[in-house]
């Protein structure tokens, strides 16, 4: 069969390539569409351009501190080359896409670089050729969520695409939504020195995180200098002869910045959908899948953002290995409960399960907490702003959801999660030999305060 194959993988991110390497070890003969470089959205212009972007804000906090720990550097000559830091950025997100591209050829994909749409006989249509394939997996992703506000087209009006090529430090840079991405860009620049100012709709950032965790988020980034207005919307953006740009919000307040960068979320990229876009089934503005991230039309699969079930760059892998081997005649499904959530900050946060407001509403729960100003790693490295929380069902000890707020806690949750995936109960960690000093034992310390055996905590 001319263009014939056993799967079709449209979109070449973090879940498409997945899904294609994974199809391919089933023995699948598999093709790869990809409108712009391997990789998607997490690659190249989110998940790691932004974290090595955060890192160079971690270096900028140690030397500022340095003097703390008897090392003398005048940080008054401490500056940013945002050339140098964008280059930086480039050769890292280089190495990994090329990386992706290098596996996706040992496992004999073929990729193709272009937009490809489905068509109403069921194949696949890319730059005037039509492919045939047995199963299709959909991978197109998100793009950002743009707000019908009027002024938001302006010049200088940036989203989090475009800010990541931005070359300068800009002065004033207001950001649109207290989301993930509009918080950890409010760090990198306000590390950078920009004069960084957060206007959130709700009454919190990084609401969906929780309240502890933006109890300790607060106090980070109003130590890091950024401002944040809550309860607020963005009503305009105006801009001045002089070049600024005026952001008016909904308490008749305006704010001045020479950049405006759009937060606000990302939606699902639906244009691979083409000619069957009214015939596959939605869920609001995302595809609707089952939990084996099957569609309405039995051979067409859908991951990652989507679907809309979690945008998150390992959940999407996840989804795509599921998918690849039901393409391929498997019967898996997706379990995303005990997937972790992660904020990369200064200091960082991550969750994963349920908050404590959550749990009570369905358990009998016990609540443990371990603070870093107790902890020996935290003491001896100096940062000591965090904690881990762990709620537990009182009965059994499951390990229904932990929230940690610490330098690595984007490192720790992983231990977390493996626990509840395996249904390791807070008994289990609590007796478990943590090494010392290390950050985890934080972990194990909260496991052991949920039971009311923590050594290292007062007695209650």
Known sequence: MKNGFDVAVIGGGPGGYVAAIKASQLGGSVVLFEKDAVGGTCLNRGCIPTKTYVKTAEYIKHIKYAHSRGIRIDVSQLGVNMVDVVANKNEVVKKLTTGVAGLLDSNQVKVIKG??????????????QSYEAKNIILAGGSKPRVLDIPGIKSQGVLTSDTLLDLEEVPDRLVIIGGGVIGCEFATAFAAFGSEVTIVE????????????????LRKAIKAQGIKTVLNTAVESIERSEAGILVVKTSDQKTIAADKVLVATGRRADLECLGDRKNEIAMDGTFVLVDCEMRTSIPNVFCIGDMNGQMQLA???????????????????????RHVANC????????????????????????????SLNANGRALASGETDGFVKVIIEKKYGE??????VAPVAAEMISEAALCMTMEITAHEVAAMVHPHPTYCEAFMEACADALGKCIHLPRK
């Open 399 to 404: 390990i229904l959801g932990v929230q940690i």
């Open 201 to 216: 709709f709700t009454d919190q950032l990084v609401k969906p995180m929780g309240k502890d965790i933006y109890k300790y």
């Open 115 to 128: 937009t490809a749409t489905l068509t109403n006989d069921g194949k696949v249509f890319c730059d005037g």
């Open 343 to 370: 904020l990369y900050t200064l200091p960082e946060a991550a969750t994963v399960g349920l908050t404590e407001e959550d749990a009570k509403k369905e358990h009998d729960i016990a609540v443990g907490t371990f």
């Open 314 to 336: 390992h959940a999407a892998s996840k989804m795509g290995e599921t998918a690849a081997v039901n393409a391929m005649g498997g019967n898996e499904e997706v379990d995303l």
